[in-house]
């Protein structure tokens, strides 16, 4: 699969890197306004399509020119709109996919060499793919940003779906979850900062380069590999003590102070800032959790367990009082599913420790006390789920399914107001296509006589 991302990713920056050189020889095919379609551009993009084994519904040499035509209709609205694309917000992206490259083939130096260009020129390639892709985005989001169905449109389009159309919803969970977390010893902690400080001296002494000390020490898997190096980064993508103290940094030789996140402990030093994006590397400990902190915090929640099931407190009172989870605690201990922002989750959404024992359980049961890794911080908490609610896959229903049913009713609503709108831009934009590629059944029609001329 990354194989593939890659081959893909390099096909398009290749594509974009010919563009401008090339041009003379390259062969005409559409013609959108003074924008041209090379045939170079359309056989990279079907290429593309087929390493990534995207479905293409039509003959591609007339749906992937017509894609690219509407495309410019709208990167031509927002020149005429003036859409403005932060640079900041490109940048994030660009670097982003950057440290990914870098992460899964290995360096900055291999990055160059499988995409054949240098790293400058790469990420001005890329940074053109995102700035379009955000124009697109934006001029779309305006069109259709006053969109919002009401229930009855709602009751209308599902009246209206044949069964046929109606998507198929896995079975969801709907879980409350009580965690803790064991006391960590203070002497853990005193540890943990003592080593900590002495990797600091050593690096403000010249004894050892801080790269060196973080593949052999950093607990954070994801960056000791490379020395640490988080990549550029803005604030808002740092955890916010992380952030405040790699901000403060001015020296790239020297070391912040200890800095403690949810996270664990870090030392951090200054690559390189940019604007209002930095690079550091970091180390990160953990302070260990001793087997009698686990079994003291299993022994505690085994016996908050049972208070709920004898009927003294209610799930709903502990998970106020003592659970330690953030985005649950003040929701009675409803776990919020992030990816479609409601208490539902398909069991592949859940965490793995926490899918494992809801699998087995009926509504209103409750686990036993087990140990989880919490999926942000990366810490051995202890926690105790009750099963709220099952509902078996099925075909959706407009009861049980509403906000899916909704999403879907919203999904047409802007999918009619793109279409129109492209119909209307059609009207007064040049178009001509080229003999040999007007043999197809478009979605829109670019066909008329007035157009070819």
Request: proline letters at 4%.
């Amino acid at each position: 699969m990354k194989l593939r991302f890659f081959t893909a990713l390099a096909l398009v920056v290749t594509a974009l890197g010919m563009m401008g050189q090339n041009n003379v020889a390259e062969e005409v095919v559409w013609v959108i306004g003074s924008e041209p379609i090379f045939k170079s551009d359309v056989e990279d993009q079907y290429q593309q399509m087929l390493i990534e084994r995207i479905s293409i519904d039509g003959n591609p040499y007339c749906v992937i020119p017509e894609q690219m035509a509407v495309d410019k209709l709208f990167l031509d609205q927002a020149r005429i709109d003036t859409v403005e694309v932060q640079p900041s917000t490109i940048s994030n992206e660009v670097e982003g996919q950057i440290n990914y490259l870098i992460a899964n083939l290995g360096s900055k130096e291999k990055v160059e060499e499988y995409f054949r260009m240098p790293m400058p020129r790469l990420r001005e390639k890329l940074s053109e793919m995102y700035s379009d892709r955000y124009c697109i985005q934006q001029v779309q989001s305006d069109l259709t940003k006053n969109v919002k169905a009401t229930p009855a449109e709602v009751r209308r389009f599902y009246n209206s779906l044949s069964k046929d159309s109606l998507p198929f919803i896995p079975m969801q969970v709907e879980v409350q979850i009580i965690t803790v977390n064991p006391v960590i010893p203070q002497q853990e902690i005193d540890e943990v900062k003592a080593r900590l400080r002495d990797y600091a001296n050593q690096v403000n002494s010249g004894e050892r380069e801080f790269s060196t000390l973080a593949i052999l020490y950093s607990q954070d898997q994801a960056t000791a590999v490379y020395g640490g190096e988080t990549g550029f980064q803005s604030r808002t993508t740092l955890l916010p003590e992380y952030a405040t103290a790699a901000f403060n940094l001015n020296d790239t030789k020297r070391v912040s102070n200890i800095v403690e996140t949810d996270d664990g402990y870090h030392l951090i030093q200054l690559i390189e800032k940019r604007g209002d994006r930095i690079n550091t590397r970091h180390i990160l400990l953990r302070p260990k959790v001793s087997d009698k902190d686990l079994t003291d915090a299993m022994t505690m929640l085994d016996s908050v367990r049972s208070d709920i099931q004898s009927g003294k407190n209610t799930f709903d009172q502990m998970a106020l009082y003592i659970s330690q989870d953030k985005d649950s605690r003040n929701n009675n201990g409803h776990m919020l599913n992030e990816k479609n922002q409601s208490g539902r989750f398909e069991m592949a959404d859940l965490p793995a420790e926490v899918g494992k024992k809801v699998y087995t359980m009926q509504p209103g049961d409750i686990s036993e006390p087990f140990i989880m890794i919490n999926p942000k911080t990366r810490r051995e908490q202890v926690a105790i789920v009750k099963l709220v609610k099952r509902i078996d896959g099925h075909k959706a229903d407009l009861a049980e399914d509403y906000m899916i049913i909704k999403e879907m009713c919203e999904a047409k609503s802007k999918e009619d107001i793109i279409r129109d709108w492209v119909i209307q831009k059609q009207k007064n934009v040049y178009v001509y296509i080229e003999e040999g590629w007007r043999n197809c059944e478009f979605k829109y029609d670019w066909l008329k006589k007035d157009k070819q001329q």
